[in-house]
């Protein structure tokens, strides 16, 4: 709202042009509806101009006659919301589905015999309390048991998407977890991490459980959206910035990447006859020609209807290994866009990168806490033992060690002339001792509600909210220690 208003008018150019070129059957808005930033990036609040502004696109563009609008909040939406009655939850006001859906809901959408089902995840804390401790999400007894009703129901459909803010890195939840809970859907589709700063910038892994996980990255500075589509049972897509044009998703044969070998039906790809591709654009296409691997002569694609392009194919030829299908599409203007997809015929995988997996596949809470726990044994631990055997050489029980003069002799004797000092030693332990046990501050956690910040979590309004990223900041400040424990090294062993 403060620093970029393009961002409004780009989703009305998408509710507008690009709902219109690609006339999807239901839209996925998964999160971070507002960005809820102060205007100097420190604060955070709901500010209902952004709410309006969302509001207002839907409803000039009139996109929810167009499509089927599936919106879910994300932590953005939950900054300093005290409950999901409260008049600060926007969400539940401004939204499309706010108003019919407390939390977590599903959607079935039938075509023709086919049935595919969606379903919300809400992750959000609640109460929600301001930056920088809600990051992580949470689902309770009641959400999980909700979404194992939806689960059970959805096994009756012939593909379920499951849809959400949070990755299941990012999601502390009830056993047997999340990922479990999902295992039977094809996909499911997040936000948040969007590319880690631009580090990963396609984050994508396939859990243990045999769920796809597709992370995407945002609208918000990177103009990103995803098209998706089934095409006999496979499940396909491409992630595209706003703007660029034509848009070609391959539908078969598959990215070899992202086959489900135990959920789609991988045979249909070798005993099909023709390769299908949709290609969207405002612009009329006038040229859609594959070939493979880079080598011989284009093909032209004969289009059958709307966006689907085709041509027949010899799905033998490529029995064996990974092979490359090349994709041209060419508009009328002469704006054209080649893409390039792997794809396997039996059943050779390629392997996921390793960024995306640790992003994806980890638990954040996890990984935070073992960090956490780490840094603050480092801190404290060595000054303990030095301290114990200071005290057994005083007494005549432990014959005085001799140092050697290297690095590590040097840093030992340093140590252990810090911990003889009562005035230095005793604040060095204690202090990241009490980061473990005592609160960092108490405050206004939500605005008008008092609550208090501790490592495990944070406590507003009698609820403990298992934020966890508090590991993380606890994390930074007992480095920050260590660094500063370096510091003083130096004088202190000089002085001695």
Known sequence: MFHDPDRVNHLKEFCDVTIDAIKPEVVLASGDLA??????????????????AYKQVLEETKVVEKTIWLDIRGNHDNFNVPGVSSGRSFFHQFSVQGGKHTRSYMQTISKGYEKYTFIAVDACLE?????????IGNINKDQFALLSSFEKESRESNGTIWFGHYPTSCIISPKPGIRNLMHSGTAYLCGHLHTLGGMVPNMYTIQHSGLLELELGDWKDNRMFRVAAFDHGLFSFVDVIHGQWPV????????????????????LITSSSHIRILVFSPQTIQNVRVRFNNEGNWVDCQNIEGPLYVTMWDPSSFSSGVHNIHVYAEEITGNFRETVQPFSLDGTRLSFQLLPRIALMTHAQHVFHGFFISFVVVSALPFILIRILHILVKGNKFLKPTFSNNFLGNSLRRLWVLATINRLCVPLVLYPLYLTIGPWFIGEVIEGHIGASFAWGTVVDW?????????FYGTIQVNFYLHLLLLVHQPIHANN
């Open 127 to 135: 109460p929600g309390p301001r930056r920088p401790f809600n990051f």
């Open 35 to 52: 960005d809820g930033k102060a205007a100097d990036h420190m604060g955070s609040n709901q500010y209902i101009e952004e709410w309006r």
């Open 248 to 267: 070609i998703l391959v539908t078969n044969p598959k990215h070899a990447l992202f086959s489900l070998p135990n959920k789609e039906p991988l045979n």
């Open 463 to 471: 609820t403990v909210l298992p934020t966890s990223f508090t590991y």
